[in-house]
């Protein structure tokens, strides 16, 4: 399978807990995004990296979300001292930049995390 | 700051007939890219069809096309020859083509049914 992959699949934390999640993009891609997809709204944007530089932070990732893409390929999602609101979907898509074409997006399968 | 409006929650259609999605938009640039998203169940995002502003024509694929009104800010969809597959949530979704700027923005999507 050559598409985005996304682990784990399903998370359950409790409150006050850190969890991490991995994003594997699409191999030759090197643009990488995170958005957020909450109960019965559309994904909402997060950031994104162009190879291992973070480009671009929404407001919504607070001090307690921090992503990293170290080498350029895989990147990991951190939330720090989960709390309920944090549950939601972790859409991880990636890009292949190219000067004046359109970079489409491939999402994978996401992450749902629950936090009791 | 773009939004992107989907006044439909949710939209049914009989097999083998048309369905037209609702989208509208609000922008203050002039360059950007307008997307159909689809979601179906359990399953990851893929794209369905993409329009760029500065073209005219209406972007078709298949059996799917748009009716892209610039002056208006609207982009809906529609599908023609509706089948079972086709039963998933839609997502409308803009990005800026301004450099720099890659997050797409959702809309809060249509869930669309498919009646045998």
């Known amino acids: 399978d050559t598409g985005v992959s996304q682990n784990p699949r399903h998370k359950i934390t409790k409150r006050g807990q850190n969890v991490t999640f991995r994003c594997d993009p699409i191999s030759e891609h090197n643009r990488l995004y995170w958005y957020r997809q909450t109960l019965g709204q559309g994904p909402e944007f997060l950031t994104y990296?162009?190879?291992?530089?973070?480009?671009?932070k929404s407001r919504l990732l607070s001090d307690r979300f921090s992503a990293e893409r170290p080498k350029g390929s895989f990147s990991t999602l951190e939330i720090q001292r989960t709390e309920q609101g944090d549950s939601a979907m972790y859409l991880c898509a990636s890009s292949l930049a190219r000067l004046a074409v359109n970079n489409e997006q491939f999402f994978g399968p996401g992450t749902r995390l629950t936090v009791l | 700051a773009q939004t992107v409006t989907q006044s439909q929650p949710e939209m049914s259609v009989q097999e083998a007939e048309t369905v037209t999605l609702s989208c509208t938009y609000d922008?203050?640039?002039?360059?950007?890219?307008l997307f159909w998203y689809k979601q179906p169940p359990s399953r990851q995002m893929i794209l369905v069809i993409r329009?760029?502003?500065?073209?005219?024509q209406n972007a078709t694929e298949n059996r799917f096309s748009v009716n892209f009104q610039k002056a208006a800010k609207s982009f809906s969809l529609k599908i023609s020859d509706s089948q079972l597959g086709d039963a998933a949530m839609y997502f409308c979704?803009?990005?800026?083509?301004?450099?720099?700027?890659?997050?797409?923005?959702f809309g809060k999507g249509t869930k669309l049914t498919v009646n045998p």
């Open positions: 922008t203050s640039e002039s360059d950007y890219y």
């Open positions: 990296f162009q190879n291992e530089a973070q480009l671009e």
């Open positions: 329009q760029e502003a500065y073209k005219q």
């Open positions: 979704a803009y990005r800026s083509g301004r450099g720099g700027s890659e997050k797409l923005v």
